[in-house]
């Protein structure tokens, strides 16, 4: 099997690939927006997309389903990263994981009283790490969507979730408090696709690495 498979998300994800794709040659055939497609050819024979959730490329690509993909770092952080290669930071997508608050809540005050406070999240690795390095007690909620509502609805305390313009949380009356990190997506790529089709993914990779400077 020579060909190559592509795992995107569709939405920002295949959107902010695109330039990055038409790079290294390849163009899509289809949008995954308009189409009901979950396999779109390329103007490429050998080459394919597979739209999948942004959570399951790295395991599309850790089992060799696909054998590169592209996910954010909050996505690769939650997975693990095992059986991944990732290369490069793309660049793209950027937006940062914080904690946030209704407004009027006193974080710092409850952290300071030791306070054993309820954080709704997608991202529980992330939060764990977070507050465990902090030295926060926590009691960690995982949600699966719509963070912002869990302190509405008298869930949680705080919630971690990523953050771009800010407008989300303004809407829900939530205000950031802290900042986690950054986010922003990579290239992932199967480790042993790497070494039987080198030869047809280097150039991918290298046509992406210089895109990315640009
Ligand atoms: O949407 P779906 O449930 O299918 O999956 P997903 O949300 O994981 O996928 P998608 O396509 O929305 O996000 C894919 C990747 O884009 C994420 O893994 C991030 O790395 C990156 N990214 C960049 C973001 C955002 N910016 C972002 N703003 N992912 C999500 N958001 C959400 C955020 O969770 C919050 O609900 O947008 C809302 C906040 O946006 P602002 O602009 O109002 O601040
Ligand atoms: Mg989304």
Redesign the pocket.
């Known amino acids: 099997m020579t060909g190559i498979t592509i795992a995107l998300?569709?939405?920002?994800?295949?959107d902010e690939t695109l330039p990055l794709l038409a790079a290294a040659g390849i163009v899509p055939t289809e949008n995954p927006e308009t189409s009901r497609k979950l396999i779109i050819e390329t103007n490429q024979p050998d080459v394919r997309v597979v739209i999948v959730?942004?959570?399951d490329v790295p395991t599309y690509v850790q089992y060799g389903a696909a054998d590169i993909g592209v996910?954010?770092?909050?996505?690769l952080i939650e997975h693990g990263g095992e059986g991944l290669y990732a290369p490069l930071d793309l660049k793209i997508?950027?937006?940062r994981m914080m904690v946030a608050i209704p407004e009027g809540f006193d974080y710092q005050n409850a952290v300071r009283q030791g306070n054993r406070l309820k954080v709704a999240s997608?991202y529980i690795k992330t939060a764990r790490e977070h507050f465990a390095a902090k030295g926060v007690h926590v009691d960690l909620i995982k949600l699966?969507?719509?963070?912002?509502l869990a302190p509405l609805a008298g869930l949680a305390d705080a919630i971690v979730?990523?953050?771009?313009?800010?407008?989300?949380?303004?809407?829900n009356k939530l205000v950031a408090c802290e900042h986690i990190m950054d986010?922003?997506?990579r290239l992932v790529v199967n480790q042993a696709a790497l070494k039987v089709k080198r030869e047809t993914l280097q150039p991918i990779i290298d046509a992406f690495a210089r895109a990315v400077e640009k």
């Open positions: 998300s569709k939405g920002r994800i295949f959730r942004a959570t996910a954010g770092k909050d996505v997508a950027k937006c997608k699966y969507g719509s963070m912002e979730d990523l953050v771009s313009t800010g407008g989300t949380l303004k809407a986010i922003s997506s």
